[in-house]
């Protein structure tokens, strides 16, 4: 199975601050790797796919880069309603296996 | 819009066996993949398998192997997982996905006696 390692499991951030957050694959998953954001309660939601690919109606604020085995998740400018948890997943064979998570608080 | 739309939360006994239902609306259910997703209290997501309503072809985690089967009814556009064999290990939330890009909102399962 391919092994998706995800940092940091939490993170503090003001209102207006840039935050980054990695994900690194154990094996090439040739951009084969989604983004969700989990708020409590609430199933994941779609921010990223094809490592770099915004799904429809996301905020342009968040964005995701890399190949290989090394990907993020960048939002710029954060906002109170971007409190929640964020997956990476790896959809290029299966089984299909998801990050540790991250959870994003505010400072 | 598409829409997956899960049964309700579940109380059930170790040992016995619990059946979710999973009814998508909002697109062609035959030709898309129905994924299962369990997520355990505090811990991350584990992908369980998929079906493909059109033929009835499934696909399963191993880890999962033995402990969920999956169906699909084509006439009502639903799908079904069924977990056997319960034990408190398998109290978690239950998510069907079409995909990556929509999800149902989720089945609590809790196993206790």
């Known amino acids: 199975d391919i092994q998706m390692t995800q940092s940091p499991a939490s993170l503090s951030a003001s209102l207006g601050e840039t935050v980054t957050i990695e994900c690194r694959a154990s094996?090439?998953?040739?951009?084969?790797l989604a983004w969700y954001q989990q708020k409590p309660g609430k199933s994941p939601q779609l921010l990223i796919y094809?490592?770099?690919s915004l799904h429809t109606g996301v905020p342009s604020r968040f964005s995701g880069s890399g190949s290989g085995t090394q990907y993020s998740l960048k939002i710029n400018s954060l906002q109170s309603e971007d409190v929640a948890s964020y997956f990476c997943?790896?959809?290029?064979?299966?089984?299909?296996?998801f990050g540790g998570g991250t959870k994003l608080e505010l400072k | 819009q598409v829409q997956l739309q899960q049964s309700g939360t579940e109380l059930v006994k170790p040992a016995s066996s619990v059946k979710i239902s999973c009814k998508a609306s909002g697109y062609t259910f035959t030709s898309n993949y129905m994924h299962w997703i369990r997520q355990q209290p505090g811990n991350g997501l584990e992908w369980i398998g998929w079906?493909?309503?059109?033929?009835?072809?499934?696909k399963y985690n191993q880890k999962f192997d033995g402990k969920a089967t999956l169906t699909a009814d084509k006439s009502s556009s639903t799908a079904y997982m069924q977990l056997s064999s319960l034990t408190s290990e398998d109290s978690a939330v239950y998510f069907c996905a079409r995909g990556t890009r929509t999800w149902g909102q989720g089945t609590l399962v809790t196993v206790s006696s």
């Open positions: 997943q790896q959809y290029y064979d299966y089984p299909w296996t």
């Open positions: 094809n490592a770099n």
């Open positions: 094996e090439d998953i040739y951009n084969g």
């Open positions: 079906i493909y309503p059109g033929n009835g072809n499934t």
